[in-house]
């Protein structure tokens, strides 16, 4: 197949003007070139595009792939990851992870936290706060977690991200209003183990591929898997390979993740996030349809590394499992939706 690759270049964005805080969830041409050299080694022609942008010219200029691999993440608007997913629904084309509507609701922090718990699934009972007058009448036990309602990547959650007092409460809701321009996400604090649970496939073809439980060491961060954690994980973070057939913990945690994942219908790969609360129950803090897949540093190839599956054959899984859409709809009639020719 010959298939595109659409990604946002973190150093494009930083020649922009933009900071190493913003450009976070967008990828380095390492990761890129890893992509592009384990779609070739599966048989496949990959073929560089890059960011929204320039997939519209492209498809304006009449460029077609059977698939696209994306790992674009937008820049702009909650629904920034859906964006690249939208547009190749436009022109018929399938492509990697999910659909627009699962892109732009797991980003949205709230709205992904009423279906799962329409679903039954557990998640902290939570606010999300558009103005600090939000906080009046706050039925939510202390001590809570405060983070921007649509980031990834822990932007916005640093150490002062567990609140104890009201005080403390609308400072750090103030701060982070201002900063990224989006609600606040208020939830209760789990004080237990926090996981990272990899999936892969769709539908009843989805499956657990492994867990790695975050252990912060000496000198991280305290309370949360934060954004300077995460930058600076190799000093600070132990990822730490954990199995289901030997801690009950760890089995209730996958069986919840995988739950949420076919519930909300995500597609081919991804993560979950969970932590554990006061009575021992794992709870679903993120999902993430569209992890980072840096063969090194993103947590999804490390739980496949963690469990024996080389990247490239991460990626094939990846791209078998988007592979059954290639050809299930009908070709677009792009002529009958092109204008008519006024010349005579």
């Given at each position: 197949?010959?298939?595109?690759?659409?990604?946002?270049?973190?150093?494009d964005?930083?020649a922009m003007g933009?900071?190493e805080?913003?450009t976070a969830?967008f990828?380095?041409?390492?990761?890129?070139?890893?992509?592009?050299?384990?779609?070739?080694?599966?048989?496949?022609?990959?073929e560089?595009?890059?960011h929204?942008?320039?997939?519209?010219?492209?498809?304006v200029?009449?460029?077609?792939w059977?698939l696209?691999f994306?790992?674009?993440?937008?820049?702009?608007?909650?629904?920034?990851?859906a964006?690249?997913?939208?547009?190749?629904?436009v022109?018929g084309?399938p492509?990697?992870f999910?659909?627009?509507?699962?892109?732009a609701?797991?980003?949205?922090?709230?709205?992904?936290?009423?279906?799962?718990r329409?679903?039954?699934?557990p998640?902290?009972e939570?606010?999300e706060?558009?103005?600090?007058?939000?906080l009046?009448?706050?039925?939510?036990?202390?001590?809570?977690?405060?983070k921007?309602l649509?980031e990834?990547t822990?932007?916005g959650?640093?150490?002062?991200?567990?609140?104890?007092?009201?005080?403390?409460?609308?400072e750090?809701?103030?701060?982070?209003l201002?900063?990224?321009?989006?609600?606040?996400?208020?939830?209760t604090?789990?004080?237990g183990?926090?996981f990272?649970?990899?999936i892969?496939?769709?539908g009843?073809?989805?499956?657990v591929l492994?867990t790695?439980?975050?252990?912060?060491?000496q000198?991280?961060?305290?309370?949360?898997?934060?954004y300077?954690?995460?930058?600076f994980c190799?000093e600070?973070?132990?990822?730490?390979p954990v199995?289901?057939?030997?801690?009950?913990?760890?089995?209730q945690?996958?069986?919840?993740?995988?739950a949420?994942w076919?519930?909300?219908?995500c597609?081919?790969?991804?993560r979950?996030?969970?932590?554990?609360d006061?009575?021992g129950?794992?709870h679903?803090?993120?999902l993430?349809?569209?992890?980072?897949?840096?063969?090194?540093?993103?947590?999804?190839?490390?739980?496949?590394?963690?469990?024996?599956?080389?990247y490239?054959?991460?990626?094939?899984?990846i791209?078998d499992?988007?592979?059954?859409?290639?050809?299930?709809?009908?070709p677009?009639?792009?002529?009958?939706?092109?204008?008519p020719?006024?010349?005579p």
């Amino acid at each position: 197949m010959r298939v595109g690759l659409t990604y946002d270049l973190r150093d494009d964005y930083l020649a922009m003007g933009y900071s190493e805080e913003e450009t976070a969830e967008f990828d380095r041409i390492s990761t890129v070139e890893a992509l592009e050299t384990a779609v070739e080694q599966c048989g496949h022609r990959p073929e560089r595009i890059g960011h929204a942008r320039e997939l519209m010219r492209r498809l304006v200029a009449g460029d077609r792939w059977d698939l696209v691999f994306n790992i674009a993440e937008g820049l702009r608007g909650i629904g920034r990851e859906a964006q690249v997913p939208a547009i190749l629904d436009v022109y018929g084309i399938p492509y990697t992870f999910s659909d627009p509507l699962v892109m732009a609701l797991t980003l949205h922090k709230g709205m992904t936290k009423r279906a799962l718990r329409d679903g039954g699934l557990p998640t902290p009972e939570f606010v999300e706060v558009r103005d600090p007058r939000d906080l009046e009448g706050l039925n939510l036990a202390y001590p809570l977690f405060a983070k921007p309602l649509a980031e990834g990547t822990g932007k916005g959650i640093d150490g002062n991200s567990v609140i104890t007092d009201p005080a403390q409460l609308e400072e750090r809701c103030r701060d982070l209003l201002d900063r990224f321009h989006q609600p606040v996400l208020v939830e209760t604090y789990l004080p237990g183990r926090e996981f990272t649970v990899g999936i892969l496939g769709t539908g009843p073809r989805a499956e657990v591929l492994g867990t790695l439980e975050i252990i912060l060491l000496q000198g991280a961060e305290g309370g949360a898997y934060s954004y300077t954690n995460k930058e600076f994980c190799e000093e600070l973070v132990e990822y730490r390979p954990v199995r289901s057939d030997n801690d009950p913990l760890v089995r209730q945690a996958e069986e919840t993740a995988l739950a949420a994942w076919r519930l909300l219908e995500c597609r081919d790969g991804g993560r979950l996030d969970l932590r554990v609360d006061a009575h021992g129950v794992p709870h679903l803090i993120e999902l993430n349809p569209l992890a980072g897949l840096h063969p090194e540093h993103s947590d999804l190839p490390m739980i496949a590394t963690a469990v024996g599956l080389p990247y490239v054959d991460l990626i094939r899984r990846i791209l078998d499992s988007a592979a059954t859409r290639v050809g299930a709809e009908p070709p677009l009639r792009e002529d009958i939706c092109r204008e008519p020719d006024p010349r005579p």
